[in-house]
Every structure is written in C-alpha cells, then in structure tokens.
Nanobody, 125 residues
C-alpha cells in the first residue's frame, strides 16, 4: 500500500513559478514510476509528467514541455514538480500518482494504482 500527500499548490500570477511536492509512504517508493496529472473544472484528468523509478527517464505533456520539470528524491520518498512560466490554463487540481512496482512510465490515469488527494494551483492573468 502506498499513501501519497501533495503540497505546494497556491494562487500565483501568470509567469510565476511553483514547486509541488508529493510525499510517499511505504518502502516500495524507489521501485515505482511516478506521475503528475491535473484536472480542471469540467475537464478530464490529464497527464502532466512522469518519471521512472530511478529518475533516469522522464516524459512530459506537450503543453508543459520546457516549462515544467519532474524530479524525485528516493532517499526522501518524494517526487517534485517544478512549474515555471505558469499560465492561466495551468489552473487545475494537481494529483500525484504511483504505478505498480517495476512498471514503466505511464501517460494515462489507468496505468496508476495509487493517488494523492490533490493540491489546487490557480494562475491569475
């Protein structure tokens, strides 16, 4: 079982930066690929970024490529999402997710087994 707790969301102006954190419980964190998703009101949950268990491979949605960076610290059981040059269209609830052990990068919500409660990010224009 894995429990995930996101933090770091907030209200910022366009062009600002935020860094989200996701703290994971359990001893299997370092063997799981992790992902960030987001969901805006009235929209489906969408992929933002993913990172392999080692941190050696990453993937990003086209909409955030070059602006967002996913990273992880396995010693701290934590995955991060650095968000720069934020835009109003980045406004959403951001969720952290964990894949099954030994799973590769995943870009759809169905590929993830565990989810956090989400953290709100609001970008004003």
């Amino acid at each position: 079982q894995v429990q995930l707790v996101e933090s770091g969301g907030g209200l910022v102006q366009a062009g600002a930066s935020l860094k989200l954190s996701c703290a994971a419980s359990g001893r299997t964190f370092s063997s799981r690929a992790m992902g960030w998703f987001r969901q805006a009101p009235g929209k489906e949950r969408e992929f933002v970024a993913a990172i392999s268990w080692s941190g050696g491979s990453t993937d990003y949605a086209d909409s955030v490529k070059g602006r967002f960076t996913i990273s992880r610290d396995n010693a701290k059981n934590t995955v991060y999402l650095q968000m720069n040059s934020l835009k109003p269209e980045d406004t959403a609830v951001y969720y952290c997710a964990a894949r099954r052990t030994s799973g590769g990068l995943g870009v759809t919500p169905y590929q993830y087994d565990y989810w956090g409660q989400g953290t709100q990010v609001t970008v004003s224009s």
